[in-house]
């Protein structure tokens, strides 16, 4: 349908709405989940997606030899949620804290923003790769010979992986 | 799809810029959303944490997925979609749902245009930036609001649920009945517009 | 709005006023409330086809039963 403003009504007005923020809708509505099409095998490729990162993030604190907390330090980003990324696959990381990671991590922000399951496009090679990766490791042992295999080449295809349009 | 052309303010200029109001989000506009939002909306995240501020205090349309949202509003004819462009950005989103009903005394029961879902763009607020871009889209997304309201039969009347930071704008600005914190949204505050409410803010229906 | 197409719909006396009576009751016209009446079904049918249920609350004793649509 056309929707007809009129000029004057608008910019007699405008002002009003000075300094002032506008959003409205509840967070918790359509529960998000519900939101997503296909929701059973999109979950599932979600939430292994975020296994893979949680995983790929463990392994790359742990070559460092780094704590969670040294780590969010070092990223400049929240220790507890560093925690529920590593740990819940569940939980949807900040943008904020991918940004952080990727440039103490000098992996490119656009293929860890893919990797945590936050961009709209879904890389098949990358969904298989992580598939692959998320078989391994835990804790704050250093990384075995097996581990640190699996990390560089799911390093590999994560660097390899081109933009998609 | 229908495009209305309407104005914005720019507010570093002061000059009004021509704007479009679609009566749809398309792939396009989502594609913009995420290239162009996200970006920014990420810088504001980063910038929240490191001034210190606590999680429950950021804003919490931030990480809105309206490519979720679009898709989910697809499927539910009741549930209509409109987006507003500005200078080939996209600067404002908003979702509505014409099968919700009045809670207002005087008229429940009787159909209300309801906006599900409305943000402007990272670059206009307030609450992220020191200085906004345009000015103008609130205002322009409630006329719009109320305008379908109007060719719906609804005669003007709109609802919404307030996020937090926007309970001045909705009853200050738009002249909206508060009727106060709804448990089931979250406790956020619900607002309704009347006939004569809308009347009020945007002047009597066009003939 | 999308170009529309027009149809006649063939009602019985009690239907006629029940629509009519609804019209007056929801401050809409006839038409505008067959069109509501037809968002609502399909949201309702959505729902339903997401494999999910709906039910209708006692707002007083809270209880709950399931609306069973064919």
């Excluded at chain 1, 496009?121 to 990766?133: G, I, P, T």
């Excluded at chain 2, 309407?6 to 959303?33: M, Q, S, Y």
């Excluded at chain 2, 008229?107 to 209300?112: L, R, T």
């Excluded at chain 3, 968002?39 to 039910?55: A, N, S, T």
């Amino acid at each position: 349908m056309k929707i007809h403003i009129p000029k004057d009504w608008l910019l007699g007005r405008d002002h009003l709405e000075e300094g002032l923020a506008i959003g409205a809708g509840s967070p918790r509505r359509f529960a998000q989940p519900e939101a997503v099409p296909s929701p059973v095998t999109e979950d599932v490729t979600l939430i292994e997606q975020r296994l893979s990162f949680g995983r790929f993030i463990s392994l790359m604190r742990r070559k460092h030899g780094w704590t969670t907390q040294q780590l969010a330090e070092n990223a400049e980003v929240d220790a507890g949620e560093l925690l529920v990324i590593e740990n819940d696959p569940r939980h949807e990381a900040e943008l904020s804290t991918v940004h952080g990671l990727s440039k103490l991590l000098k992996v490119p922000a656009k293929r860890l923003i893919k990797m945590a399951g936050l961009a709209t496009e879904r890389s098949e090679k990358l969904a298989q790769a992580s598939l692959r990766f998320a078989a391994s490791a835990e804790s704050v042992a250093p990384l075995s010979g097996d581990e640190e295999e699996a990390l560089q080449t799911y390093l590999k295809v994560v660097l390899d992986e081109t933009d998609k349009k | 799809m229908n495009k209305s052309l309407t104005f914005l303010r720019n507010r570093k200029t002061g000059k009004p810029v021509e704007a479009e109001i679609c009566d749809e989000i398309t792939d396009e506009h989502i594609r913009l959303w995420h290239s162009s939002w996200m970006p920014v909306v990420a810088k504001a995240e980063a910038e929240l944490q490191r001034r210190g501020v606590p999680r429950d205090q950021w804003p919490q349309d931030l990480h809105w997925k309206w490519d979720d949202k679009t898709a989910w509003s697809r499927k539910v004819w009741a549930l209509k979609r409109y987006s507003l462009m500005c200078e080939g950005e996209l600067q404002g989103l908003m979702l509505i749902n014409l099968a919700k009903y009045s809670r207002v005394t005087t008229q429940v029961g009787w159909h209300i245009a309801y906006v599900e879902f409305v943000a402007t763009a990272p670059w206009n607020r307030p609450d992220l930036c020191d200085q906004p871009t345009f000015r103008g889209v609130g205002q322009t997304l409630m006329r719009t609001a109320i305008e379908v309201s109007r060719a719906e039969s609804f005669r003007g009347r709109i609802g919404l649920h307030s996020l937090p930071q926007a309970n001045q704008f909705y009853q200050k600005v738009c002249g909206m009945t508060d009727l106060g914190p709804d448990r089931s949204y979250d406790d956020l505050v619900y607002y309704e517009m009347t006939e004569a409410q809308a009347d009020a803010f945007c002047g009597p229906p066009q003939a | 709005m999308a170009e529309k197409r027009t149809m006649t719909l063939n009602l019985t006396d009690a239907e006629m006023d029940a629509l009519e009576e609804l019209a007056v009751k929801k401050d809409l016209n006839k038409t505008v409330l067959i069109r509501q009446a037809l968002r609502l079904y399909q949201m309702v049918d959505q729902r339903l086809r997401e494999g999910k249920k709906v039910f209708i609350e006692d707002e007083m004793t809270k209880a709950k039963s399931e609306l069973m649509l064919l």
